[in-house]
């Protein structure tokens, strides 16, 4: 194993260090989704995931 | 009209004269941080910077946003720190933009992730704004897969399989497309008010979701 990959090894954790008491807050303080919410997400997502795969198609040829 | 409808009608206007100016002063701070990151970036470039020094940019961008903006996002300090954290993260770009362009499209796939993560941004962000709705309640799910993803990738550097790094930067480019959704419309909702921080998690997003993009360009391309 390298000093690189040590290096980026370390930075993930120093990652999960700093973002975890922004993820505990957070999942103990969402607000509930109401109806509709999850469509109104998926919907754009959804766009996003074919806009990318049309990427990799257009590269790839 | 009485005196608390009109005091009613009043709160909110002032309420959404305060959303706009947060909402104008991060897309501004916003644009300012992308070009001075792309110049550092270009910097970089041309100093043919190794990983190493990209690895050191890193984590002295992380250690800005954990230690020093916290403490400066309510002055004009929090400007300045945010400019500093953008340009590490732009010059530490430097080597992966190098690896990209020595391919004969090299040039190509960096351009078409440029403007893939700007129609990304730009998209969101319009839908967001039109929308005006609430995506709090993403908060949870988007930080949960954030975790996920982040011990996906410490596994990813032991295990040294390309098929899982493909799947967390198709993660990476859903993940922070959501936390464009869910940022936009704190702002849009008063729950965020400080254009300082809100640029900070915009931006993120923006350079997690263009470096992924890179990555994926580049193996379609392969």
């Known amino acids: ?61 | 009209m009485s005196d608390s409808q009109f005091s009613t009608k009043q709160i909110a206007r002032e309420s959404a004269l305060s959303t706009n100016k947060v909402l104008r002063n991060t897309y501004a701070l916003l644009s300012l941080t992308l070009i001075f990151s792309a110049v550092m970036a270009m910097v970089s470039t041309t100093m043919n910077v190794g990983y190493g020094a990209s690895l050191a940019c890193t984590f002295g961008a992380l250690a800005l946003i954990w230690f020093v903006l916290p403490r400066t996002a309510e002055s004009g300090a929090g400007v300045a720190v945010v400019f500093a954290f953008t340009g590490l993260l732009g010059f530490g770009l430097g080597p992966i933009l190098n690896h990209y362009l020595s391919m004969a499209n090299g040039g190509e796939l960096i351009a078409t992730s440029m403007g893939g993560t700007a129609a990304i941004f730009l998209g969101l962000s319009g839908y967001a704004l039109t929308t005006q709705r609430d995506f709090s309640f993403l908060g949870g799910f988007l930080f949960a897969g954030l975790i996920i993803v982040l011990l996906a990738a410490f596994a990813g550097i032991f295990l040294q399989m390309p098929g899982l790094w493909l799947a967390i930067n198709a993660a990476v480019i859903m993940l922070f497309s959501g936390f464009i959704l869910f940022d936009t419309s704190r702002i849009i909702n008063g729950g965020e008010t400080n254009y300082v921080l809100a640029t900070t998690g915009i931006f993120l997003s923006i350079y997690n979701i263009f470096t992924s993009l890179l990555h994926l360009l580049g193996f379609a391309n392969e």
């Not at chain 1, 303080?29 to 795969?53: R, T, Y």
């Open chain 1, 1 to 61: 194993m390298s000093a690189l990959e040590i290096g980026y090894a370390l930075l993930i954790v120093a990652l999960l260090i700093f973002i975890f008491p922004a993820a505990k807050y957070w999942l103990k303080n969402s607000p509930k989704a109401e109806k509709g919410d999850w469509q109104a997400f998926l919907f754009p997502i959804s766009m996003v995931i074919a806009f990318v795969a049309i990427l990799m198609l257009i590269v790839a040829r």
